[in-house]
Nanobody, 119 residues
Framework: VQLQASGGGSVQAGGSLSLSCAAS????????MGWFRRAPGKEREFVAV???????WYSDSVKGRFNMSRDNAKNTAYLQMNSLKPEDTAVYYC??????????????WGQGTQVTVSS
């Protein structure tokens, strides 16, 4: 599976951005799709994951602001980010694998897309 993340950019605090993760391969629908992020000077952390059957987990820091979805027909996962804060500034990565909050569980990774939120 190859993953291509897109949709990053710059936005002011309180604004919204939508990230996409396009996957190749016919087994997309069988994987959980996760989003992780790495902020400047910090380790990469879990953001959200959506399993093939709709189970969705969010980190406490984004719960209620971010919404994850997927379109199996388009082999694409999405991360809608609302009410963005400067602390959301990071490189965002999508990943495919089993349902997990732990990045070591994921075998496939996208290249990352930069999200910058200004105050």
């Amino acid at each position: 599976v190859q993953l291509q993340a897109s949709g990053g950019g710059s936005v002011q605090a309180g604004g919204s951005l939508s990230l996409s993760c396009a996957a190749s391969g016919r087994t997309f629908s069988s994987y959980a799709m996760g989003w992780f992020r790495r902020a400047p000077g910090k380790e990469r952390e879990f953001v959200a994951v959506l399993n093939w059957n709709g189970i969705t987990w969010y980190s406490d820091s984004v719960k209620g602001r971010f919404n994850m979805s997927r379109d199996n027909a388009k082999n694409t996962a999405y991360l809608q980010m609302n009410s963005l804060k400067p602390e959301d500034t990071a490189v965002y990565y999508c990943a495919a694998g089993p349902l997990s909050r732990f990045q070591r569980s994921y075998k496939y990774w996208g290249q990352g897309t930069q999200v910058t939120v200004s105050s």
